[in-house]
């Protein structure tokens, strides 16, 4: 089985790059050493207007600088799209060189705002890189996100449970008809209160006894004059007192 190998490119601003500092550069994004990369290395980039490489067709790029005046904004963008979705940039500078430390927060930030993933510094030999990844995606790409349908909880019902039926909760008492108490004892032809009164008509006549009045002067009540004074009042809506307050006899 054949091994593909990653494309690299090789980025310098330099005139003649050594093969020992490609060599360095190449061995931070070799995995695991198993492959032998066969670079394509540009010398005197900063003098070209932009990079004369086909977009999106390298897995590597290494930038080697010995300015730091050739790491632009512009650079950083080319390089972006010259890279495959997923490849990595990597910037190489020799640990001696007097602006790596001035520029080295800012090389990263530069990365970021290019839109580059997962940007880190660490040290090799002599050399320190500063490594970033493309996106695996594609500016201005879209795509659609399915809405997982949710799982609505089922009522389980049993066969076997009988429900109640609610006209069964009722007794043959709760279904008669209410009687409503009676106004008047009327047991007999004359209004007279029975022995077991439960009317008020017993309490009435009681009170009427101590006023010396007797029940037929006060449902006929007649004087001289024929002016009787009775105050009666409703205790509830189905029981009538005769409150007798007084009798007022006058001589016509």
Request: aromatic share 4%; charged share 25%; hydrophobic share 40%.
């Amino acid at each position: 089985m054949d091994i593909v190998q990653d494309e690299i490119l090789i980025v310098t601003d330099r005139v003649v790059l050594q093969l020992s500092e490609a060599i360095d550069a190449l061995n931070m994004v070799n995995k695991g050493g198993k492959q032998q990369p066969d670079p394509l290395i540009l010398t005197q980039a900063s003098s070209q207007s932009a990079l004369p490489v086909e977009s999106s067709s390298k897995d590597v790029t290494v930038v080697m600088s010995k300015s730091s005046g050739y790491l632009t904004d512009k650079l950083f963008t080319d390089i972006s799209r010259v890279l495959k979705p997923g490849g990595t940039a990597l910037l190489h500078l020799p640990a001696e060189s007097n602006a790596l430390e001035a520029t080295k927060s800012s090389i990263e930030r530069k990365l970021l705002l290019a839109g580059f993933l997962d940007v880190e510094s660490f040290e090799a030999g002599r050399s320190i890189g500063i490594v970033g990844k493309k996106a695996s995606w594609t500016i201005g790409s879209s795509f659609s996100i399915k809405k997982q349908a949710k799982n609505l909880p089922v009522l389980q019902v049993d066969d076997d449970f009988d429900l109640i039926d609610e006209d069964s909760l009722l007794t043959e008492e709760d279904l008669r008809k209410p009687q409503l108490p009676v106004g008047d004892c009327e047991v007999e032809k004359t209004r007279k209160a029975c022995k077991n009164c439960t009317c008020g008509r017993a309490e009435a006549e009681q009170k009427v006894e101590k006023l010396g009045v007797t029940m037929d002067q006060l449902e006929n009540p007649q004087s001289a004059c024929g002016n009787v004074c009775i105050i009666v009042s409703f205790i509830s809506s189905s029981v009538l007192i005769y409150n007798v307050t007084s009798v007022l006899r006058h001589t016509c």
